[in-house]
């Protein structure tokens, strides 16, 4: 029985073949360096970063629509004291 063994590697993924005559027996063996997972770690961070500003952005948005909101009701409510004033201050002239 004839063992052979073939190792290669291209610096990143090392890979072992035996292979058996006599019984059709062929082992591979794959290793990777790992930089898959790092890169899969980055890409998860950005997004989770990215999640995070979208949804502060939006916050932000929310606040200022109801800044103007409050702002826009005050405005009214100033404008129908001037017209009841004025109501008030024509019915006091005589004459009207």
Known sequence: MVERVTERTDGVTAERVTETDG??????ERRG?????LIAFVLLVAV?????Y???QNARENA????VSTAADKVGDAAKDVGD?????AKKI???
């Not at 360096?33 to 997972?37: F, K, R």
């Not at 989770?48 to 995070?52: K, L």
């Not at 200022?64 to 800044?67: L, S």
């Not at 004033?85 to 201050?89: K, L, T």
Request: proline letters at 3%.
């Open 23 to 28: 019984g059709s027996t062929v082992v591979i």
């Open 33 to 37: 360096g790992g930089s898959g997972l």
């Open 48 to 52: 989770v970063i990215g999640a995070v």
């Open 54 to 56: 979208l949804f502060n």
């Open 64 to 67: 200022k629509t109801d800044a």
């Open 85 to 89: 004033a004025a109501q008030d201050a």
């Open 94 to 96: 005589p004459g009207s």
